[in-house]
């Protein structure tokens, strides 16, 4: 992927919350907000708690509506606007083209941790055996010990399912990645990991979104600071 | 006898029944409803079979019943008696003498003719009944020919027992198309319904249903290509006759477990032994 | 994107009784391995629906058009029964909620997944019963249970068996409705990590109904939320779970207790 082709395009976008229960009242979160990120970039979105960091990021992966505006995906050289798509189209967006890592790590129950990091690689059709070991290197990597690979990561720690999290949020290589957090709740030296990571994965091209409130991983890792304000911002 | 019509049935009555048995013969296997009458015996005695002879029976027509293969048990002996009152007919216990012959649960031994006329009670006419119990649903099976949860059937018998254990009553597909119940006959009997000569009525009383195997129709036994369909062999030649390939019944001969098999067809039985055959237990009689 | 031809297209279809209406105006495609989820609370129409898009019950207008693999694109209600009884045992299945409903109590679990292979003409025991093995295995079934009938199987297992029986003449579509109800909570989770498995597997396309959301999470592609017989919100599961649009969604998701 060459650097400076743009991956990710938010245009005007625009988010209210309408709370129908509640008397139809209406929340605004963000408005007419245009964002532009090209392969190779980490972009950090900076702003105070509550400005809508999080909430631009489940909007840039189709998790939430936008109530105007479009957001494209450059999805193997052709431009899908998310807000349009159909959700077959989402799907198979976030499928190869955009990853994203939360701060809380959605386990099904029953299944096992080695099989929660595979699956988004068994989805492209890799075979198992090969995904099994791609798993494996990134687990280690992580120090979740081996000896939990086997377990449901339902019982884990905190930190544990973070790095499960980090682990299949990283195993395919997404052109595009929208992290949230990724570093929260992790120690010291498992957060110096996950910052390698990140940097590897822009180095190898990729478009990063990030959200990161740690400063010392914002400075590492961060090639431009997107501002973002409660209310009345824009780009 | 006085005041009945000929054959106990009113004449309206036989055209109706005759009618069915029309169409039946003209859907080999098909089961045609009809309006079963009241009889002067009891359900499960054999009312179906009686309307279809009363049906069909005329005056030159000689008469055999049989229960069992036997021609000398109550029910073979009383319904015998009640066409002998009602027509004047003859009777006959010979296979080969009868024009028409009513049956319970056997096929004779002696090969049937053409011209011959087969009567089967039957209890239960509908061979899907078992797994479905709505009407409605097992007439659409039949009209769309579905019929693959027979073998569901056959396949708990295999489960369970090694083989197919259904020994009587055994389904049989007629002319490639319906699914059919040939009553309780021994399955040892159903080799014989394959391209009878004789025309085959079936008569359901209680459950109101004639159906027909018409002269030369394809009836074939279900089975499984690896558990193909057999009929029953015995160790033991009848005691009596010493057939060597007849159905055989178990007589109980005394309280030390003192046992004999011997032919269920009794006409058959006899015949072979005024033919000379005799059996390790029977006696020389002396040819006709 | 280049798309291929939908599985199954419904186009304006409705159902009253009577005055009562069951469902109305609804119209969908649904696309080969995906999997839909109709969710809503008790009489929302999502049942009369299902039952339509089956055809276990004939809609009052609209077509459900399938595309069927030897003659194309079809609408079921124009087909002869005989050929929309072959296509449901076949290209089709149907998961129950109550597995009583939708197996053979009477027979053992073996005759009840070769069943539809007898009903296709399948004429050999041994075949038959190997690939009932191999769908007990599919299905976490002990192959030591072969020979047993599901009325000595626990809920979970029937259910398990039920979904053996439906998958073994490998349909391309399955109905499933509510196909964890009436189960405890742990054995809803192994249900529910087998149907995931097998649809990713077998690419199964699915139409699944369920009043419980986080079933619907975890299995379907794509929801569609039903009240009072219309469908109020449809889009990717989870931006209707957690961005829903519509009233009765917001306060759909916001009954859920969390545990």
């Known amino acids: 992927m060459n650097t400076n082709t743009p991956m990710i395009m938010a245009e005007g976008i625009t988010k209210n919350f309408v709370m129908h229960n509640q008397g139809g009242q209406k929340i605004p979160v963000f408005a007419d907000l245009n964002l532009c990120v090209n392969a190779g970039e980490c972009v950090v979105l900076h702003g105070p708690s509550g400005a809508g960091k999080s909430t631009l990021m489940r909007a840039l992966y189709g998790n939430y509506l936008v109530s105007e505006g479009a957001i494209r995906i450059n999805h193997q050289g052709e431009w899908i606007d ?118 590897e994965t822009t180095e190898r091209g990729a478009a990063i979104i990030g959200i990161f409130h740690d400063e010392d991983v914002r400075n590492q890792i961060g090639t431009r600071l997107f501002d973002i304000h409660p209310q009345e911002q824009a780009a | ?158 489960a369970r027992f090694g083989r197919i254990a259904t020994s009587y009553d055994y389904p049989v597909v007629v002319n490639d198309r319906y699914l059919m119940k040939p009553s309780p006959i021994p399955k040892f009997d159903n080799p014989k319904m394959d391209n009878m000569p004789a025309l085959q009525l079936f008569g359901a009383g209680r459950e109101k249903r004639i159906y027909a195997i018409p002269p030369y129709t394809k009836v074939k036994s279900l089975d499984f290509d690896d558990h193909p369909f057999e009929i029953q062999q015995w160790d033991e030649n009848c005691a009596l006759c010493g057939s060597e390939n007849s159905y055989l019944d178990e007589v109980v001969m005394d309280d030390q477990g003192g046992r004999m098999f011997v032919c269920s067809d009794t006409d058959h039985c006899e015949s072979r032994q005024s033919d000379g055959h005799v059996g390790p237990m029977g006696t020389q009689q002396a040819a006709e | 994107m280049n798309r291929p031809t939908p599985l199954l297209s419904v186009q304006d279809l409705g159902k009253s009784y009577g005055p009562h209406l069951g469902c109305t105006d609804v119209s969908f495609d649904l696309w080969p391995g995906e999997v839909l989820g109709i969710v809503g609370e008790s009489g929302s129409g999502k049942t009369t629906l299902m039952n339509c898009l089956s055809a276990q019950i004939e809609p009052t207008c609209g077509k459900v058009i399938y595309d069927t693999r ?6 079921i209600f124009d087909m002869s029964e005989s050929e929309r009884r072959l296509l449901m045992r076949t290209d089709w299945g149907l998961v129950k909620q109550n597995p009583r ?20 003409g399948a004429r050999h025991y041994g075949d038959i019963r190997n690939v009932a093995n191999d769908w007990l295995k599919k299905v976490e079934i002990d192959v030591g ?28 579509l399955v109905f499933m409705d509510e196909p964890t109800g009436g189960l405890d909570v742990s054995v809803q989770a192994r249900l529910l990590d087998l149907l995931r498995g097998l649809v990713n597997r077998l690419g199964l396309s699915v139409v699944i109904v369920t009043h419980d959301l986080a079933v619907a999470r975890l299995l379907a592609h794509r929801l569609m939320v039903m009240k009072d017989g219309r469908v109020v919100e449809q889009g990717l599961t989870d931006q209707v779970l957690d961005d829903p649009q519509h009233a009765y969604t917001q306060l759909l998701v916001s009954s859920i207790l969390q545990p």
């Not at chain 2, 028409?100 to 087969?118: V, Y």
């Open chain 3, 101 to 120: 409903d939708g197996l053979r109590l009477g027979v053992s679990a073996g005759a009840n997944v070769g069943e539809r292979l007898m009903a296709v």
């Open chain 2, 1 to 158: 006898m006085d005041g009945y019509n000929f054959a106990y049935l009113d004449e309206q009555t036989k055209r109706m029944i005759r009618r069915a048995i029309l169409k039946a013969v003209a859907i080999p296997g098909y089961q045609v409803p009809f309006g079963s009458r009241e009889m002067p015996l009891p359900y499960g005695w054999g009312t179906g079979g009686i309307q279809v002879t009363a049906g069909v029976i005329g005056q030159d027509d000689v008469l055999k019943v049989i229960d069992q293969g036997a021609d000398d048990t109550t029910n073979a002996v009383s319904i015998r008696r009640f066409f002998a009152r009602t027509t004047g007919v003859k009777t006959t216990e010979k296979t080969t003498e009868a024009t028409l012959i009513q049956t319970r649960h056997r096929i004779p031994e002696r090969p049937l003719s053409e011209g011959q006329i087969l009567v089967y009670q039957v209890p239960i006419p509908e061979p899907l009944r078992w797994l479905e119990p709505r009407e409605t649903e097992t007439r659409k099976m039949h009209a769309l020919q579905e019929y693959g949860i027979m073998h569901v059937k056959l396949y708990e018998d295999i």
């Open chain 3, 145 to 172: 249970r072969i020979d047993n009938p599901p009325s000595t199987f626990s809920g979970g297992m029937q259910q398990r068996l039920q979904i053996a029986r439906n998958l073994v003449t490998e349909p391309r």
């Open chain 3, 70 to 75: 030897m003659d194309g694109a079809r609408d």
């Open chain 1, 82 to 199: 998310i807000t349009q798509a159909e959700p077959q189209e989402i799907l198979a967006v976030r499928k190869y083209t955009l990853g994203y890592v939360s701060q809380f790590l959605r386990a099904i129950p029953r299944v096992s941790t080695l099989n929660i990091v595979s699956e988004p690689m068994l989805a492209l059709g890799e075979d198992e055996s090969k995904a099994h070991i791609r798993a494996g290197e990134l687990l280690t990597r992580l120090r979740v010990p081996e000896s939990l690979w086997t377990l449901a990561p339902a019982t884990f720690s905190g930190g544990e399912q973070q790095r499960v999290n980090i682990a299949r949020g990283f195993i395919v290589e997404y052109p595009v990645m929208l992290l949230d957090e990724p570093t929260a709740s992790l120690d010291a030296i498992n957060r110096q990991t996950v910052t390698d990571m990140i940097r």
